[in-house]
């Protein structure tokens, strides 16, 4: 099956710093969703990105669907920006199952 | 408000009593699915439905019912629940088929079983 694999695992940041996260994945895909999973465990839905760029706020994000990868880039980071950031994808072979496969994450703690 | 919403939000319980975590969307969302996260092994998938009175097994059904009456709701059914199956539970629900659109999710359920 489809591998995702995101880096780096764990960002420790100063209050308004910029960063930017990876995700890389093994297979073509039919969905890319970035998500934050907060301190109350959460699944807050940022961007659903396939192929492209978007951006909304201090967060945006890249994927480029050809080779395999996606960014997001978190600019003038927030204490409230703290917490887990997964990149999940359905693999575009999957058959009617339609399940997120979920990278590892990246724990990022902002502090004041 | 555009949401999934999920019942309860925690929940303590002893082996083999069973339970039923409600699952609920307001989008007239076709596609719902459940997953439960476990330290070290992600989010994996339960159950998935693609329509009303149409659901398939995920990666990881075994010890779990679904059942889908009404196209809005989709509970989760733990008949004789085990301590294995401590775990945070997600509900999550999509307009079509889950590989082509975006994916919504409740706000989970912690569930401890002892």
């Known amino acids: 099956g489809i591998q995702v694999e995101q880096s780096p695992p764990d960002l420790i940041l100063q209050e308004g710093a910029n960063s930017t996260l990876r995700c890389n994945f093994s297979?073509?895909?039919?969905?890319l969703q970035w998500f934050h999973q907060n301190p109350w465990g959460q699944l807050i839905n940022l961007f659903y990105?396939?192929?492209g760029t978007k951006q909304n706020g201090r967060l945006s994000a890249t994927t480029v669907a050809t080779e395999r990868y996606s960014l997001l880039y978190i600019s003038s980071s927030q204490t409230t920006d703290s917490g887990v950031y997964f990149c999940?994808?359905?693999?575009?072979?999957?058959?009617?199952?339609?399940?997120?496969?979920f990278g590892k994450g990246t724990k990022l703690s902002v502090k004041p | 408000e555009a949401q999934v919403t999920q019942n309860p939000r925690y929940l303590i319980t002893v082996t083999g009593k069973k339970l039923t975590v409600t699952c609920s969307q307001n989008?007239?969302?076709?596609?719902m699915s459940w997953y439960r996260q476990d330290p070290g092994l992600g989010l994996r998938q339960i159950y998935y439905?693609?329509?009303?009175?149409?659901?398939d097994k995920g990666d990881v059904p075994e010890g779990y019912k679904v059942s889908r009456k009404e196209k809005r709701n989709f509970p989760l059914i733990l008949e004789s629940p085990s301590p294995n199956q401590t775990s945070l539970y997600f509900c999550?629900?999509?307009?079509?088929?889950?590989?082509?659109?975006?994916?919504?999710f409740g706000p989970g359920t912690r569930l401890t079983v002892t």
């Open positions: 999550a629900s999509s307009l079509g088929l889950g590989q082509s659109y975006e994916q919504y």
């Open positions: 297979d073509s895909v039919n969905n």
């Open positions: 990105i396939p192929s």
């Open positions: 999940a994808v359905v693999e575009r072979d999957g058959g009617s199952q339609g399940n997120l496969i």
């Open positions: 989008m007239n969302h076709e596609y």
């Open positions: 439905s693609m329509n009303v009175e149409v659901t």
